[in-house]
């Protein structure tokens, strides 16, 4: 399951990637706003798709603001949580390889539908590698102090 959470400068995109979803099977819930409200702000809607992922074991989410750094950082205030901003493909790889990345941020300012649906794409087909060396930070990350 992946939950979805926009503010209003990534409403527009993540509404496509919805569509992207759908037409790929993939099953999602949408925790938007269902239009654009120029003052809704990040935090709360990041808040309400880390309750979802935390709640739903094995479940993943998916942020798109602006810049995609207000979303990140709202949402790594939670315990496990790992939210990677990922701006590519690339990166969203490495988020999942390595970091086992259960949400996804995606900058609206820029990426193009195109390349927002192939940075996704890659995060969804990407699994954690589990290498020790890998699973050893990702527990140092669930310590209080790092």
Request: with cysteine; hydrophobic share 40%; charged share 25%.
């Amino acid at each position: 399951m992946i939950f979805l959470g926009a503010d209003h400068n990534g409403i527009v995109l993540k509404n496509r990637l919805l569509a992207f979803l759908k037409k790929r099977g993939v099953a999602f819930v949408d925790l938007s706003p269902v239009r654009r409200v120029p003052t809704d702000d990040y935090p709360p809607i990041a808040r309400r798709v880390v309750a979802a992922v935390r709640r739903k074991k094995g479940s993943f989410g998916v942020l798109v603001c602006g810049s995609g750094n207000g979303m990140a950082m709202a949402a790594n205030r939670f315990p496990d949580i790992r939210a990677a901003l990922a701006p590519s493909p690339a990166y969203a790889r490495k988020a999942r390889e390595d970091e086992n990345a259960n949400i996804i941020v995606l900058p609206a300012w820029w990426l193009t539908t195109r390349g927002a649906t192939r940075t996704l794409h890659q995060w969804l087909t990407t699994a954690f590698s589990k290498e020790p060396r890998h699973r050893r930070r990702i527990r140092q990350l669930s310590t209080r102090n790092g």
